[in-house]
């Protein structure tokens, strides 16, 4: 199982890419930016990720992206996670990016976004990898400063296929930023939102209905509201589900406990994700056979996951149709009979 699921042709569709800042990559960035970080070594760094919450989590995700300030920087944090996807053999991803934890430090947003970009583009040439970016507000501030951030991104719209909300959930509602997603659709963009990770099912129909959202982001407190199951289910919203993170931000207990298995047959577009790879002790394939050992998932389930991801994405349908029939390939060789 271990070997099919890395052999799996998958596609990624919830990574923050400051959350694959591993902590050797945050000390050598660090160090030549002269960043001091507040751990004497990698190996002091690693075992401070211990969370209770995702607040615990994001003050020391934050603290981390403090060594980001070069366009290089940010070029060289993209890469290191597109190798990683492609050893795992990743075909497409969809990153998320916060601006405003950058240009909250006086970094332009030129500077995050060609850097990020510039390795995409790498990425698709020489990897084979194809990609899309999602621009994420940062929830726990105003609306009116992702307005500025979203004026900020329009001359790269070309780049950026969609806006999402992160960070604190619990207290900020979709609804705070309604009229920045209202004139972000007006602009073009697709939408998506982190909903029903820590807040209630409530913040969910909000990202449908004020948000326009195509996606939910973890969205796994749907399952407190039938109603809402079904709405998801007919309508085949995807739900960005990230395993690992949920166990270590304490949203579920253990892995046994995790609702993905009940999701997926309750018939919901489930998709699994790494969210932050480097925080959360796995990226994608590990998020994948951890899921699966816990859960006892078949075969055929770890199928229906990654056709999911391929499904879920924003490719054209030409797009999805080729990725989705090297999967249908692989599935027909490496499945036992
Ligand atoms: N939730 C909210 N904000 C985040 C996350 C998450 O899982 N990861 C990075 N920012
Ligand atoms: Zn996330």
């Known amino acids: 199982m271990r070997q099919f699921i890395e052999k799996l042709p998958k596609a990624e569709l919830h990574i923050h890419i400051e959350g694959s800042l591993e ?23 690693r075992q401070a990720y211990e969370f209770s919450d995702l607040q ?11 060594v980001l300030l070069h366009e290089q920087d940010f070029y060289d944090l993209t890469w290191a996670y597109l190798n990683r996807a492609k050893a795992q053999n990743i075909l497409h991803t969809e990153i998320f990016f916060d ?14 976004i060609t850097g990020i970009h510039r390795a995409l583009k790498d990425a698709e040439r020489q ?27 329009l001359p790269f ?13 619990v207290g900020h509602p979709p609804e705070k930023f309604a009229r920045v997603f209202d004139r972000a659709r007006k602009e073009g963009f697709l939408t998506v ?22 996606r939910i982001d973890h969205g796994v407190r749907c399952m407190e509201d039938p109603i809402l199951v079904e709405t998801l289910r007919s309508a085949q919203i995807p739900l960005t589900v990230c395993p690992l993170s949920n166990v270590k931000l304490r949203v579920f207990a253990s892995m046994a406990d995790h ?15 790494s969210d932050d790879p480097a925080y ?43 990725l989705l029939k090297k999967l249908e390939t692989y599935l027909s060789e490496a499945v036992p009979k």
């Open 280 to 322: 959360f002790g796995g990226y994608l394939s590990e998020n994948y056979l951890a899921t699966q050992q816990a859960l006892d998932l078949t075969y055929e389930q770890i199928g229906r996951l990654a056709r999911n991801g391929f499904v879920a994405s924003f490719l054209n349908q030409d797009q999805k149709q080729q």
């Open 127 to 153: 990897l084979g990898i194809s990609s899309r970016l999602i621009l994420c507000f940062l929830r726990h501030l105003s609306a009116d400063e992702a307005m500025e951030t979203l004026e900020q991104a």
């Open 23 to 45: 902590p050797e990559l945050m000390f050598e960035i660090g160090a030549r930016n002269g960043i001091e970080l507040p751990y004497a070594s990698v190996e002091a760094l």
């Open 56 to 66: 615990s989590f994001l003050d020391i995700y934050y603290q981390g992206a403090r």
């Open 193 to 214: 939102a982190h909903a029903g990770e820590e807040g209630p099912p409530e913040y969910i129909w909000q990202a449908l209905k004020l948000l326009g959202a195509k």
């Open 259 to 273: 609702s993905l298995k009940r999701l997926l047959e309750a018939g919901l577009c489930v998709t699994v994700n």
């Open 99 to 112: 601006p405003q934890t950058h240009t909250d430090r006086g970094v332009p947003m030129e500077r995050v």
């Open 157 to 169: 719209r070309d780049w950026i296929t969609a806006v999402g909300l992160d960070s604190s959930e």
